[in-house]
């Protein structure tokens, strides 16, 4: 394994399922370890040193079927996030431009039309794309996860995503300064919340920026 250079891998879950419901990734805030980071450390203790590329992975949406047509940007953001915060900065998404389909699962991000999957993805490059992974935070409720991520500029506000494992609950965001933070959904919708007011989380992706070093 030293003598590779980079290590290829197809990280698709069952059933379209997601990457927390498949335990591929958990965040370092749980005891828990996923199979992917299960895999890491075997090729790290068996000397490989190289980066680990996910080749091809992809979530389905089907126009006909609501839960998933809007679904597929969830899952999809999620798992680029849970990539990243175990060092997996490269993956290639199937199948991004066309209605490719296969058994009737409909996989691409923009077909005729822009798909919520695709909008949700362009999102995220706008939020974060340019940010490094710094560290999974605290939320104090079960089944939620908040990822920090550091200023895309010297100086500028850091920004925690932050969802549930799909389902309906509401937390309360602090800031050791006081103020208030920005709120960009999934989709690019902004608000304004005030620290300790009401966030309410569900599948989908929010993007909390923050003065740095206050989350």
Known sequence: LKYLDVVAI???????RSF???????PSTTTQVGQLQTLKSYLTSS???GPI?????????????????????????????LEQSIGLNWLSNFYNIGDFSV??????????????????????????????????????????????YGPATPGGNDVVS?????????????????????VTSEYGATSSLASGGVLGLTGQVQYVSVP???A
């Not at 080749?55 to 680029?80: A, C, H, I």
């Not at 932050?162 to 920005?182: E, F, K, Q």
């Open 10 to 16: 197809h990280s698709y879950t069952g059933f379209n």
């Open 20 to 26: 927390e419901e498949q335990g591929l990734i958990e």
């Open 47 to 49: 000397g490989y040193t």
């Open 53 to 81: 590329f996910d080749t091809e992975s992809g979530v389905w949406g089907n126009p006909g079927t609501p839960y998933n047509f809007y679904n597929q940007g969830d899952m999809l953001v999620r798992k680029m996030i």
């Open 103 to 148: 058994g009737g699962q409909y996989w691409g991000l923009l077909g005729s039309t822009l798909k919520p999957g695709g909008l949700a993805a362009l999102n995220y490059e706008a939020n974060i794309g340019g940010r490094t992974f710094q560290s999974w935070l605290t939320t104090g409720t079960p089944h939620t996860y908040a990822a920090l």
């Open 162 to 182: 932050i969802w549930s494992d799909d389902y309906n609950v509401n937390v309360v965001p602090t800031l050791s300064g006081g103020g208030a933070m920005t």
């Open 212 to 214: 740095a070093g206050q």
